[in-house]
């Protein structure tokens, strides 16, 4: 990072949650929702002798965005590799479950998600499917009245049940170090071979799931460099938009039928597929 910039145009990517969560705020508009206070911990983690964490790695607060009420989340990537277990995911839950509930009550309010996780903890296994499952729910509910907005950024990246819940989004943002799929790399290798996936191979890793690559696939809707301005500039570009007119999880049969013109046998190459997407993406648009 470059000692010169201002704090407004310094990193994201090296901000904790609750700092990102601020930052995409009103200033002074701030506040948390079940903050470390509150004192909610997984209740499985110390049963396997892994140290908690009062906030369980995620982030709830409400505040404005432009002066429009929004409920943001932020998963803390450096704790548990930002996977999700019963309390955090309800947390995320319960503040989109919040935003429903005020736009039924006529309150309009959005959603931003910060995402930086692996997925699903699992040392939580079902109970942390449940809760992506609610997310997930809460997403579809909300998205009728308000745009929910989704940031991945890195390091850590956007995979397993929340990169769906990504998917569910209005819009996606994402940086050049963020990442999205449904499996990482190292999960990936481990199935199909070093040969087939080299997880440590970074440049080939950022090429196939890398934010601009989904970005010039048509797969997210914005490609922003890692600074404070850029994430608030676009967070609030996209609320302003308001809720699109097709969501991209109804694109689905344009990209199925996409895809059933790719011959598997064959080797495809990466730019070949990247058309695909985009052909697939274009002829719901």
Not at 130 to 153: D, G, K
Request: with cysteine; net charge negative.
């Amino acid at each position: 990072m470059n000692s010169t910039m201002t704090t407004k145009d310094s990193s994201f990517i090296e901000q904790s949650a609750r700092q990102r969560v601020k930052n995409v705020l009103d200033e002074g508009t701030m506040r948390e929702l079940i903050s470390p206070f509150d004192r909610i911990t997984s209740p499985w983690l110390a049963k396997q002798g892994i140290v908690s964490q009062f906030d369980d790695g995620v982030v709830i607060a409400r505040g404005t965005i432009n002066g429009e009420q929004t409920v943001v989340a932020a998963i803390e990537g450096s704790f548990q590799g930002g996977s999700l277990g019963e309390v955090s995911g309800a947390k995320i839950a319960g503040a989109l479950e919040l935003a429903v509930e005020e736009n039924e009550n006529g309150n309009p309010m959005s959603a931003v998600l910060i995402l930086e996780t692996g997925g699903v903890r699992l040392q939580e296994a079902n109970l942390g499917l449940a809760a992506i499952a609610e997310i997930q729910s809460a997403i579809v509910a909300l998205r009728r009245y308000r745009p929910v907005v989704a940031l991945v950024t890195g390091p850590v990246g956007c995979f397993g049940g929340m990169s769906i819940s990504a998917a569910l989004c209005s819009y996606i943002i994402m940086t050049r170090e963020g990442r999205l799929g449904l499996n990482g790399p190292l999960v990936i290798e481990q199935e199909a071979g070093i040969a087939e996936y080299n997880a440590s191979d970074r440049p080939f890793i950022w090429s196939v799931i890398g934010g601009k690559q989904r970005f010039e696939s048509g797969l997210v809707d914005s490609y922003i460099s890692d600074s404070q301005s850029s994430a608030r500039e676009a967070v609030e570009q996209y609320l302003n938009q308001g809720v699109p007119t097709i969501h991209r999880s109804e694109k689905y049969s344009d990209l199925l039928e996409a895809f059933l013109r790719l011959d598997t046998q064959d080797h495809i190459a990466p730019h070949d597929a990247q058309q695909v997407l985009l052909e697939g993406v274009a002829s719901h648009e």
